[in-house]
């Protein structure tokens, strides 16, 4: 009896396998049609993207030229003209100026990165009002060094100069790695992701987790093209590990018990920007940080693969839900 089960169900498997091959391709296939359509809708869709070189102009300018610019950039100007003087004749400046003019003689690159993401942002979010955008400086203040308003996006090119410029020898490395022109357009999208994405309401470290996530799959939608590195702002050895330990940094989260856990410590440890993540280990010095908002994307992927969802439907959905219904399984 056994055998004749047998033989029959290799009968069955024999004329399923080649229609089981058929539906594979032919859902690859379809995949890649959508994919190709909404790549050709992207690239269709006109941007007229006004960039001022701000920080030329103010340069070149001297105290004679001071009332054009102040006509033409009434807002940024509302300090008297003897700041602005000063500033002009201050050394430090003059050198900055200098700094950020030899680093950045052309913008070509960065407004081509600058057009196809807001044609993404656009195509995602059909009413969003592309802003004029013009390069400035800010004394190496890099936690302003994106500014985005409703009609401005002010990029602040000093911190832009490359992680081993004499600028940022004081830094910590992590911070200084991050200023370099390859995050330029990611840091953009950040500040964008940061307009759309509503922070969370409770104070779970998962709905901390998912919110990061949320950002970052964003982007994974406004930058298809670039690697997950520049995305959440590591290196390839950094995303290389987090890619390595998903599945032990995970099993250390649930025996922990962190998802649920409102203490605002794991935030620190987790989430904020530091040299190292801290699992309380010997392989922390060996860690990147953020290593929470690693998992949080991983979490919004699945959920994204496994839902019928849109990036708006998603951008206000609960954590809780999100997560229960990812079916999220970490990398081994």
């Known amino acids: 009896m056994n055998t004749v089960n047998n033989k029959m169900y290799c009968k069955i498997l024999t004329k399923v396998k080649p229609i089981f091959i058929l539906l594979s391709v032919f859902f690859i296939l379809s995949s890649c049609n959508d994919s190709d359509k909404v790549a050709e809708e992207i690239a269709a869709i006109p941007i007229d993207l006004k960039i ?35 500033k002009m004749e201050d050394s430090l400046q003059i050198e900055l100026f200098q700094e950020v003019g030899n680093a950045f ?20 979010f059909p009413e969003y009002k592309v802003p004029k955008v013009l390069t400035v400086t800010n004394d190496v203040d ?13 990029i602040s090119l000093d911190n832009y100069l490359g992680s081993e410029h004499k600028y940022y020898g004081g830094f910590q490395r992590y911070i200084a790695h991050s200023l370099d022109r390859n995050f330029l357009v990611s840091d953009v999208a950040s500040s964008f992701a940061k307009q759309v994405v509503p922070k969370p309401r409770d104070r779970t470290y998962l709905a901390r987790m998912v919110y990061f996530g949320k950002e970052l799959y964003l982007k994974d939608k ?21 890619v390595a ?9 649930i025996e ?41 994307w991983q979490i919004v992927r699945a959920f994204m693969n496994n839902n019928d969802v849109s990036i708006k439907q998603l951008m206000t959905m609960p954590a809780e839900e999100i997560f229960k219904k990812s079916n999220y399984k970490p990398r081994n």
């Open 256 to 296: 922990n018990e962190y998802l649920y856990s409102t203490d605002n410590k794991l935030n620190q440890r987790f989430l904020e920007p530091a040299p190292f993540s801290k699992f309380g280990l010997e392989l922390d010095n060996e860690s990147p940080g953020r290593l929470g908002r690693y998992v949080g």
């Open 222 to 242: 406004l930058m298809p093209e670039a690697g997950d590195d520049k995305k959440i702002g590591y290196s390839q050895e950094e995303m290389d590990w987090a």
């Open 245 to 253: 330990n998903e599945e032990p940094m995970w099993r250390n989260f």
């Open 142 to 154: 890099y936690n302003n060094r994106i500014i985005l308003t409703d009609s401005l996006l002010f």
């Open 105 to 124: 003689r052309s913008f070509e690159v960065e407004e081509e990165g600058l057009v196809q993401l807001f044609k993404h942002i656009k195509y995602y």
């Open 52 to 86: 001022s070189r701000f920080d030329r102009e103010f340069a070149a300018s001297g105290e004679k030229g001071l009332p054009a610019l102040r006509k033409t950039y009434p807002y940024l100007f509302p300090a008297p003209d003897s700041v602005w003087i000063a």
